[in-house]
């Protein structure tokens, strides 16, 4: 932990807390997005009808129920599971990370992910003394070239952390080309792979790209699913499938940690898939993300681009990525913002080595109201047109 320290993007993020700045910077579903009317008739239900269940401790694996559920509807819908795997219920996807670092990464291990990626799998990591590798993200994907490379350069390469699917933070969806390739690459270089998928299910355009997972047949892949960002973050529920021998060192690691995932938030995922119209839910979600997305991108092409702010179109998640032109000093500009009451994240946050140059920022588009993005995005362009000419 000693190596882990506050830094200066830290200072940018609290401003975020003061009530009058607008955040862009979070990644928080709609506040509208929640099934509250749904779990709250479940609530009422888990306490009248199993409440000792609820209740009592439950087994480190995750509840019976809930993980067959899964299984069938991974199987189904994406190919994704065999005999030789096996699923667990995790305290949400963040929870995977941890796990299979601990597993898997002994000190100065080196693991390979996009950069920029998500900064909480990064600290994770990092947290263990593994060395995060990062490779360059194309607009469908990691550059493969440069991850052929950077394996062969790291002899001491375990594993490659990706997020297939509108990444976080810079919204790409990794192309089944790069998909097959990563694969190829990690069975060579003996590496596992985690796919972390927690914003799958948020498609707004396109068509879905097979999971590495669903041609996984030596078993090298451990699959991470989330409902944080489907359900609700605060229930804390995720799950992961891995090979069953991975996966009987990593049931033995989650023990230490919390020796389970909360019950009542096992049962409510289970209800609310099968008990209720779960591909509707999904759907409404979808909607309503497809027209916050589009907002955001509609207002970055009238208010910022003509500003020389470029960004890059997604097709599902939660994000965007921009990028100032080139000489733009970004942290300055980002502190800049903030003094217009307005809050996003620097790019270098993401990035595995966060003293690396970066001119781009991350916005989150589905926190706030529609009026909230509007105003923000106004004040970016008219902070770009101010600062960059
Ligand atoms: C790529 C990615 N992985 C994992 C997580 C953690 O999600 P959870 O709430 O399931 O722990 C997040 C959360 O933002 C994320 O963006």
Known sequence: ??????????????????????????????????????????????????????????????????????????????????????????????QVMDIAAKTFLNEHDVLLCEAPSFVGALNTFRSYNADPVGVTVEPDGMNMDELEEKLNACPNAK????????????????SLEKRKRLYELALRHDCLIIEDNPYGDLRYYG?????????DTEGIVIYSGSFSKVISPGI??????????????????????????????????????????????????RALYTEKAALCMSLLDEHVVPHGITYHKIDGGLFIW?????????????????????????????LTDSAQECRSFRINFSTPTDEQLTQGIIEIGKLAKASLW
């Open 1 to 94: 932990m000693l190596a882990l320290k506050p830094n200066a993007i830290r200072e940018i993020l609290k401003s975020a807390s003061d009530p009058g700045v607008i955040s862009l910077s979070a990644g928080n579903p709609a506040p509208d997005a929640f099934p509250i009317a749904e779990i709250r008739e479940i609530s009422e239900r888990i306490l009248r009808e199993m409440p000792v269940t609820a209740l009592q401790y439950g087994v480190s694996e995750g509840y019976a129920p809930l993980r067959e559920t899964l299984k069938t509807y991974l199987r189904q819908k994406h190919g994704i599971g065999t005999d030789d795997d096996e699923l667990i219920i995790v305290s949400g996807a963040q």
């Open 159 to 174: 594993l490659i952390y990706t997020i297939p699917n509108f990444q976080n933070p810079s919204g790409v969806t990794m």
């Open 207 to 215: 068509e879905d790209v097979p999971a590495i997972k669903s041609f």
């Open 236 to 285: 804390r529920v995720g799950f992961m499938t891995a090979n069953k021998a991975a996966m009987a060192k990593m049931i033995i690691c989650k023990q230490g940690q919390d020796v389970h995932t909360t019950m009542w938030s096992q049962i409510l995922a289970n209800e609310l898939m099968t008990k209720y119209d779960y591909e509707a839910h999904l759907a409404r979600l």
């Open 322 to 350: 921009c990028d100032l032109p080139e000489g733009a000093d970004m942290l300055a500009f980002c502190k800049a913002l903030t003094e217009r009451k307005v809050c996003v994240v620097p790019g270098n946050a993401f």
